[in-house]
């Protein structure tokens, strides 16, 4: 891989390799853009098979955070961190210190926490050696659970949905297919509950499908169908919270529902074909990374001093910037997400422009 045209294709700032030793660790930290903040993003660790593998990551992930930092309006630039390693056989305390020594030698360019294949944990190893670490356990200075704010904005997503399409926010009476009910999906279960939806779930997990339908009141819940029918359901809003890449070829033409709005991460397998794809169908699609941005709200809440309150009103911020992408799609016509990244890059260059005010260095 050519890699100064790989980050001059995408802009990304810098990028950092590190190898030590001792631990083992091999890992690559890249930071995208930091107009708006120090660059935060979770850290990552998967058995890449090539070196190649892990620097198209975490290039392409960094850039993700740069557009859903600046679609919630926190003051952080985009960056991730990848570890090269099997996280079932190569994690020590000693290699994630190590890690922690690493990140605190980018002199607060980049804050991590977790990602796939790392735990709050691990980072209070990493804590030790660097103030650089959100999302740790409560009990360590965490602020706890990203699942509750999540579940809020994919609900306020939901409402603003609701308003674009039938102008007003009631929910009772209408119909939701909840894909995946772990950490996030259960939670979004029970917001709509409250509000007077109707479920049909679906997951692989029997625990965690026997909790939801406990919790549920019975005339609200619509059935509990299995993995490969939850696409096709007659529903009003289709609620991806499991996998990725679930909106494509097969599943698209399968929907039978206004709207997608979910906190899968990913979910549209080829951004511009099943975007497109989707609006050709008539189908809303509320892009994911702002849907699902109230984990991010709150582990970067922690970097001003975390206080819930503050978290709950920018989580519930969602429902206005949601409407905002969609009248923008509407104006321009251009799909949701690309109408997401547009105005992610003109909020970028008006910080730029404001940047360019001359002040103090402070000292
Ligand atoms: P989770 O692991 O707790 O829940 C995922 C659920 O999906 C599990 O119950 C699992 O059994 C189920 N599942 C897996 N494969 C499935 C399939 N084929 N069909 C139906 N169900 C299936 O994870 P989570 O924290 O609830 O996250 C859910 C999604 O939201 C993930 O894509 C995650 O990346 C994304 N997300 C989560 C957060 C957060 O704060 N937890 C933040 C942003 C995005």
């Given at each position: 891989m050519r890699i100064f045209e790989e980050m001059a294709k995408y802009g990304h700032e810098q990028v950092h390799f590190l190898q030590h030793r001792g631990t083992g660790l091999k890992g690559i930290v890249a930071i995208h853009d930091t107009t708006l903040g120090p660059a935060l993003g979770g850290c990552r660790m998967r058995p890449y098979e090539t070196e190649e593998e892990a620097l198209f990551d975490v290039l392409r992930l960094s850039r993700g955070m740069t557009y859903k930092c600046g679609v919630v309006d926190v003051d952080n630039g985009g960056g991730k961190a990848v570890l090269i390693g099997d996280p079932n056989q190569d994690k020590s305390p000693e290699l994630f210190r190590v890690f922690g020594r690493y990140v605190q030698g980018l002199g607060g360019r980049f804050y991590t926490g977790t990602d796939m294949?790392?735990?709050?944990q691990d980072f209070v190893h990493a804590k030790r050696e660097s103030s650089?670490?959100?999302?740790?356990p409560v009990e360590y200075g965490g602020s706890g659970n990203t699942a509750v704010p999540t579940a809020l904005g994919v609900f306020e997503a939901i409402k603003a949905t609701a308003m674009w399409l039938w102008g007003s926010t009631e929910l009772t009476g209408r119909r939701f297919a909840v894909q995946g009910v772990g950490k996030v999906g259960a939670l979004v279960v029970q917001h709509l509950v409250e509000a007077g939806g109707a479920v049909y779930v679906t997951d692989v997990s029997q625990p965690n499908l026997d909790a939801v339908v406990t919790a549920t009141p019975g005339e609200q819940l619509l059935g509990v169908v299995g993995p490969e029918e939850i696409?096709?359901?007659?529903?009003d809003v289709f609620v991806p919270c499991?996998?990725?890449?679930?909106?494509?070829d097969e599943t698209i033409y399968e929907l039978r529902c206004a709207a997608v709005v979910g906190s899968a991460n990913n979910q549209l397998l080829d951004m511009e074909k099943h975007g497109a794809m989707l609006a050709e169908r008539g189908i809303l699609y509320a892009p994911d990374y702002l849907a699902n941005a109230g984990g991010l709200i709150q582990v970067a809440d922690e970097l001003q001093g975390y206080v819930p309150e503050r978290v709950l009103a920018k989580t519930k911020a969602i429902y206005d910037m949601l409407l905002q992408v969609y009248a923008f799609s509407a104006e321009r016509e251009i799909p949701t997400w690309l109408a997401a990244d547009r105005l992610v890059e003109q909020r970028i260059e008006q910080v730029k422009d404001l940047k360019a005010v001359w002040v103090q260095k402070a000292r």
């Open positions: 294949g790392t735990t709050p650089c670490f959100v999302g740790l696409y096709g359901l007659d529903v499991a996998l990725g890449a679930i909106l494509n």
